[in-house]
């Protein structure tokens, strides 16, 4: 058993631990480090230009922070297509700490720009901070799953988005502070920004070794050949794909509110500047709350079922923003923060914000586990070279509607309440195009509210490759328990009859199930079903069948037919034993009777247990002995 499997098995799964291991540790505060000086420089600057702007000659205050905005997006649109390739070619360890010695070197530009008062130094710096990013993103996020487990990938990314946001909310603090002293504090931010940058090269130095993927790949220097072609990498799976465009979608809703909070605090809400660290507090807040609670709602999986999840808060809070902050602008002076949190009208202001960004956690994190685990290896760090790309764009739109719609006369919060609901038809439209988020969101909506479910002996599915599951037929709620539960997505093997059931027929489609049949009912579908569960295997997946052929009308086990056996010999893989333990009794079981004709006959919130065996070599496969191992997992009944 591999050392991640143990540490599973024992329950030390937790992600907090992860701060403690040289694996991880390292590289979140490299990117921690790296997050806070982007936004030490880049605030720094947009303040300084915006209210000190007679210390820069040339410089439109007014225009200054969007064009500063744009020079930094500018070099993801223009090398990140380079960036995912060198990702792919070169350590990425040694990737990072070249990245990092370059990032001193910037900012010593970015000195002599805040030292010498050289807006040009200061737009150089900034253009050099947006390709450090550049180069550092592809890294960022291929690292993770070569140095983590696949039931360790939503809390890494729960941890490194938490550490971002909490990066930015320290960056715009320091940066803002410092600025505002105006002119005597010029030489103190560019010995911030050179310090900053200097530990972070110091941390870097204990990442650990991370092999190239592709060491063999020749580099296409030609940004623009190389992002059509890493587009056309990232759609060949459907699923990723969509996931990249989701993301962005988030970076489109995210860059819509970060950029404007100046303007909302100030013609929206009446406040002063002072208040525009508070909203931006309670956004960054709420996106590492709702980073690190992924861990836990998603059981260690990666769970797609919280993305729906947190597409309906981000709309939900987002509109009931634009009605908390209506009638806030009175008054003929800027209320600072302690006259502003005095009215009980503003904590629902700052409440939304909140909810608005960890719902915007639990959207992101799974979304990002999901292309990490889904990529091909030798691929990945240049499909999220293609999500930066992607991500670059829609930032741009954003800016541009929220450009647009304000000369239009739009003002903010009327702005924040069109992106409401811009975001529940974008969710819609996903949503159709891949099911598979929404049935996975109703499976988890399901397991959350109706049942509590502990699942021993995780880490004996194999983390990839083929395998069969064999499992107890208790209800008809067997295979979303199930598919629920475990990390990798799974392939039922089911009745033919309830797989062409109206609207059913649908979902059952969706979720890759394989409808079989009797041989004398249909002897051509049966084979027809074994073809298919071989395919399935033969391309890697999980198949589970029920071999008991239906469910149990006693409560006891049934014997087992012998189509397991046939679908062994045919494909011979592992055989992982199962079993389910506490449906028997419930709604949809056949105790005392039909199935499904007494709701909640045992209340709701009801206690199941899916226990794991080991799994069993093709060779030793046969009915009789997987029919044992389960009735030993089961245990005593009732069940």
């Not at 070197?105 to 253009?127: N, Q, R």
């Amino acid at each position: 058993m591999s050392e991640a499997s143990q540490r599973e098995a024992r329950g030390d799964g937790h992600q907090s631990r992860l701060l403690r291991e040289r694996r991880f540790a390292p590289f979140f505060w490299t990117q921690f480090l790296g997050a806070m000086n982007d936004n030490v420089f880049k605030i720094a600057f947009t303040s300084l230009v915006t209210y000190h702007a007679s210390l820069f000659q040339d410089v439109d205050g007014k225009t200054a922070a969007f064009l500063i905005s744009a020079i930094f997006i500018a070099p993801f649109l223009l090398f990140s297509a380079t960036s995912g390739q060198i990702a792919d070619k070169w350590d990425k360890a040694r990737l990072i700490r070249f990245v990092k010695t370059l990032e001193i070197a910037i900012m010593v530009v970015g000195a002599a720009g805040f030292v010498w008062t050289s807006a040009p130094l200061l737009y150089t710096c900034t253009f050099l901070m947006g390709l450090h990013s550049t180069l550092f993103g592809p890294v960022k996020y291929a690292y993770l799953p070569q140095h983590l487990a696949n039931h360790e990938l939503v809390g890494g990314n729960g941890l490194v988005e938490m550490g971002t946001f909490v990066a930015i909310l320290l960056g715009t603090i320091i940066g803002g502070e410092m600025a505002g002293a105006g002119a005597g504090a010029l030489p103190w931010i560019a010995g911030v920004c050179i310090g900053v940058a200097v530990l972070g090269r110091v941390v870097s130095t204990w990442v650990p070794q991370t092999p190239a993927a592709q060491p063999d790949l020749r580099i296409n220097w030609n940004p623009f050949s190389e992002t059509w072609r890493n587009l056309r990498i990232a759609r060949e799976d459907r699923a990723v794909f969509q996931s990249l465009l989701g993301i962005s979608w988030l970076w489109f809703l995210g860059a819509t509110f970060l950029a404007s909070f100046f303007n909302f605090a100030r013609d929206v809400l009446g406040a002063s500047p002072d208040v525009v660290t508070l909203l931006l507090a309670m956004f960054s807040v709420g996106i590492g709350v709702g980073s690190l609670l992924c861990e836990r709602l998603s059981g260690g999986k990666v769970e797609i079922g919280l993305v729906p999840f947190g597409s309906i808060g981000m709309t939900v809070f987002a509109v009931d923003l634009y009605f908390a902050s209506r009638g806030g602008a009175a008054g003929a002076s800027l209320l600072t923060v302690g006259e502003f949190v005095s009215r009980p009208a503003h904590w629902r202001v700052l409440a939304d914000l909140f909810l608005l960004a960890m719902f915007g956690g639990f959207y992101s994190v799974p979304l990002y586990a999901l292309i990490q685990s889904r990529s091909k290896p030798s691929h990945r760090a240049r499909i999220i070279a293609a999500n930066n790309i992607l991500n670059a764009l829609f930032m741009v739109v954003s800016a541009l509607m929220a450009m647009a719609l304000t000369k239009a006369g739009f003002t903010i919060d009327q702005l924040y309440l069109v992106t409401g609901i811009l975001n529940a038809l974008v969710a819609v439209y996903l949503y159709t195009l891949l099911p598979e988020f929404l049935i996975r969101f109703v499976m988890w909506l399901m397991l959350h509210t109706i049942y509590r479910i502990d699942v021993k002996g995780a880490e004996q599915i194999p983390d990839e490759g083929p395998c069969v599951l064999v499992c107890n037929h208790v209800s008809f709620a067997d295979a979303v328990v199930i598919g629920a539960s475990i990390r990798r997505p799974v392939r039922f093997v089911m009745d033919q009859r309830i797989f062409r059931i109206p609207v059913l027929s649908w979902f059952f489609r969706t979720v890759g199930a394989i409808p079989i049949a009797p041989a004398h009912e249909d002897a051509a579908g049966l084979e027809r079903a074994y073809e298919q569960i071989a395919n399935a295997l033969e391309a890697g997946e999980v198949v589970c069948i029920f071999p008991e052929g239906k469910l149990t009308a006693s409560g006891d086990l049934q014997v087992f037919r012998q189509g397991v056996q046939r679908i062994i010999e045919r494909s011979p893989v592992p055989v992982v034993p199962m079993a389910l333990r506490g449906l028997w009794g419930s709604f949809f079981s056949r105790h005392g009777g039909a199935a499904m004709t007494r709701p909640f006959k045992r209340g709701i919130l009801n206690r199941l247990e899916l226990v794991i065996g080991e799994p069993v070599a093709p060779a030793q496969a046969t009915p009789e002995s997987l029919r044992d191992k389960v009735l030993k997992l089961r245990g005593p009944w009732p069940v």
